[in-house]
């Protein structure tokens, strides 16, 4: 059995901030130690001095050759899991979907396909649900017993991913019984698409219209009435990707009354605003996502609630669309871009320049990467922490390094990147998935295929 042992850096969990030596047998953290007094020999020993120890990224919101208005994020499980591993992120659940007629069985089956042997890190699934039927409401349940505990519902999309209210609340119920967590995009869809067709009647095509037709409080509706359905049902609700403040404010209600309701931000709503929709020359385009980009004046509140625990984690909705002929698929129609943008590789580095900037604790950086998106999952323990027993997914990561982002040095397969020109304090030097190098100083030393498949348990956040 391979040992390795970490030496003299800042161990950062979201519990504490300890200098210790750590201890890693096989895949395995085996021990922690005060430095100069365990006398510890190893096969490895990686200096950490003047260097944090941290748990990897748990990003549990990515798709990766998701298929979206005729086209495929361009990210596949495997660019996308080394642009993952390249930012710290060693943990990722990405979303199997089943198409309209199709069981949550075939969906799962084909994403399986897609991503066994290709990925650097390890990975599981939640299930999209398109289809609420009387088989897939039985289906959910042999889901949750094989590790698929989650399923992502759509209150947008009418035509594709949409579920109206009475299926949402037999899917609900489903999941109250099962121990299955809900997810929902809470957009109300149908408006929605009434405004699109209005907007695009009156000329209005250019992307910065995808965030005005896509109104706040369209978000704030549906996450109000996904949180009363899921209240109904005694169902658990994770509101995924929220970028409106009015949305924040229906779920800090709900956490106040006690409902068990987790919502979920994205670096992109935390840093980015309909300022980038706006850019001229179609560049808007690169910024298309729903829900949107909000005004600059959404932030304040979406900092605020990862700061009173309203919201719980943040993830990055990874999914890439190249500019050059993919997001250009919506030149004079903005419905017609691709929606979703890249960021698998940016989420650690960003979210720790909130701590430089002091709108975060360190600790809490940990909390909402790595142990809680870990806990609300059914994965801690094993992922989200650095404790003996859990697998050794260790970063190094330098708290001094300086680094510009730009798409000319990133790893994501995607011709542009959000953050272009981007100055953040903070780097990933090494990284380490069940104890095996995956970077290493960086340099990539890992391959497709290390990656484990993750049957996940019911959340661990509940009780
Ligand atoms: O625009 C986004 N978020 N694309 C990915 C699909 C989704 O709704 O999460
Ligand atoms: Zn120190
Ligand atoms: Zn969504
Ligand atoms: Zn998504």
Redesign the pocket.
């Known amino acids: 059995m391979t040992r390795t042992l970490i030496t003299g850096g800042l161990v950062i969990t979201a519990a504490d901030e300890i200098h210790a030596d750590v201890l890693i047998e096989g895949g395995r953290i085996a021990a922690l130690g005060t430095p100069g007094t365990h006398g510890w020999t190893a096969d490895r020993v990686i200096d950490a001095a003047q260097k944090f120890v941290i748990p990897g990224g748990v990003d549990v919101?990515t798709?990766m050759e998701?298929p979206?208005g005729g086209t495929f994020?361009s990210d596949t499980f495997e660019t996308g899991t080394q642009a993952a591993a390249w930012g710290g992120t060693t943990t990722i659940v990405d979303?199997a979907v089943q198409s309209k007629g199709q069981s949550l069985r075939a969906g799962l089956d084909a994403w399986h396909a897609k991503a066994d042997g290709r990925c650097a890190i390890d990975y599981g699934f939640h299930m999209i649900m398109s289809d609420v039927t009387e088989r897939s409401l039985k289906e959910m349940d042999l889901l949750v017993e094989e590790g698929v505990s989650s399923f992502?519902l759509?209150m947008?999309?009418p035509g594709v991913?949409y579920s109206d209210d009475g299926q949402i609340l037999r899917a609900m119920q489903r999941a109250a019984a099962n121990g299955g967590m809900i997810m929902m995009?809470a957009e109300n869809g149908i408006a929605i698409d009434v405004l699109v067709e209005q907007a695009l009647q009156r000329g209005e095509t250019d992307p910065r219209y995808h965030g005005e037709v896509r109104k706040a409080l369209l978000e704030a509706e549906a996450t109000h009435r996904a949180i009363k359905l899921a209240q109904v049902t005694g169902a658990p609700l994770y509101v995924?990707?929220v970028s409106a403040e009015q949305a924040v404010a229906e779920l800090a209600r709900a956490r106040d009354e006690g409902l068990p309701v987790f919502g979920e931000t994205c670096p992109q709503y935390l840093f980015l605003s309909t300022d980038n929709l706006a850019e001229p020359d179609f560049e808007g385009a690169k910024y298309?996502?729903?829900?949107?980009l909000r005004p600059k004046e959404h932030q304040a509140a979406l900092w605020r609630g990862l700061r009173t625990d309203d919201l719980q984690v943040v993830s990055t909705?990874h999914?890439p669309f190249c500019f050059v002929g993919q997001k250009e698929l919506g030149r004079g129609d903005f419905s017609k871009i691709?929606?979703?943008?890249p960021g698998v590789e940016n989420r650690m580095d960003l979210l720790h320049q909130a701590v430089v900037e002091g709108r975060i604790t360190r600790r809490r950086w940990i909390e909402i990467a790595c142990a809680t998106p870990a806990r609300m999952f059914g994965l801690y323990g094993k992922k989200g922490t650095i404790a003996p027993g859990a697998d050794a997914d260790v970063v190094i990561y330098d708290p001094h390094a300086e680094q510009v982002m730009s798409a000319e040095t990133h790893h994501m397969n995607v011709d542009y990147s959000a953050y272009e020109g981007k100055r953040v304090t903070g780097q990933v030097e090494t990284v380490l998935s069940r104890g095996e190098l995956v970077i290493d100083k960086r340099e990539f030393v890992g391959r497709a295929g290390h990656g484990a498949y993750l049957a996940r348990g019911t959340s661990q956040y509940l009780g």
């Open positions: 919101h798709h998701l979206f994020a979303f992502k759509f947008a999309y991913f995009h995924v990707h298309v996502c729903s829900t949107p909705d999914c691709p929606n979703g943008m």
